[in-house]
């Protein structure tokens, strides 16, 4: 199987941004502009949007994702939600492993993985997030540390369930800085990525995962980064608050 094969996924993360009346108006202007995408449309809100945002999307092509969710089925957990909770509203993705959380709310690898565990049960599809920082790569080790993520966030996760999972490669110095991988620099650790899962898994789930690249994606460098061989698509954060934005890129995913 090659890139031509695989599901191109554009999905945006709004990270902690818009009230629901902003959300409405958003999703609405969004929706025409990628009625025809040749791609998967994700938007993964707020937990308070979910509900409009399932309304609003209802007959479309985009598809609602949640930003995090607890690893437990329900408890002693103030402040939570879990996969369960998401699933029941009719959310299907649920993204995994920002380096948000890492970076600001002591999210692990371990964390990770029993978070991804607790999606699948609940048969949701997971967005799971992998990157390095700038220190560690300018050390030299960003094929370790995504490797690692990579196969401790995939622990106890089956092949049939695999078929589930993206992965969004998010090299964390890019995030939100303006600052872009260059389409080489994602698509030599995508293809590790896929590598990495290629030993996991077989050739043949590896060559079908869909690798997303994230970080300061927008209007402009899309077209760029998914021409590559492995870049199958993106997790979008500032761009996927500009309906038009967005959807440029979404087209770009499309040829
Ligand atoms: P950015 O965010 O596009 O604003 O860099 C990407 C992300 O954090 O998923």
């Not at 890139?3 to 945006?12: D, L, N, P, T």
């Not at 380096?99 to 692990?108: D, I, V």
């Amino acid at each position: 199987m090659n890139k031509a094969k695989r599901q191109a996924v554009i999905a945006g993360n709004w990270k902690m941004n818009k009230t629901r009346p902003e959300a409405k108006a958003l999703i609405e202007e969004l929706k025409p502009l990628v009625k025809d995408a040749g791609c998967g449309v994700v938007i993964c809100v707020p937990y308070t949007n979910l509900e409009a945002a399932l309304e609003a999307t209802k007959g479309s092509n985009i598809k609602v994702g949640a930003e995090n969710c607890h690893w437990a089925k329900s408890g002693a957990f103030t402040g939570e939600i879990s996969a369960d909770m998401l699933a029941e509203m009719g959310v299907e993705y649920v993204v995994i492993g920002h380096s948000e959380r890492r970076q600001y709310f002591g999210e692990t690898d371990q964390t990770v993985n029993q978070r991804v565990r607790a999606a699948l049960d609940a048969g949701l599809k997971v967005i799971l997030c992998v990157g390095e920082l700038l220190e560690q790569r300018e050390q030299g080790i960003t094929e370790e540390i995504c490797g690692m993520q990579t196969k401790v966030a995939l622990g106890g996760v089956s092949k049939e369930e695999l078929s589930r999972i993206i992965i969004a490669y998010e090299p964390v110095w890019a995030i939100g800085t303006g600052k872009t991988a260059t389409a080489d620099q994602a698509d030599e650790v995508n293809g590790f990525i896929r590598s990495v899962v290629a030993k996991l898994y077989g050739d043949d789930a590896a060559q079908a995962l869909t690798v997303q690249y994230g970080g300061s994606m927008n209007a402009k460098n899309a077209e760029e980064l998914l021409g590559k061989e492995h870049v199958d698509g993106g997790l979008i954060g500032g761009a996927s608050l500009k309906a038009e934005d967005f959807s440029v890129i979404v087209k770009a995913a499309s040829k």
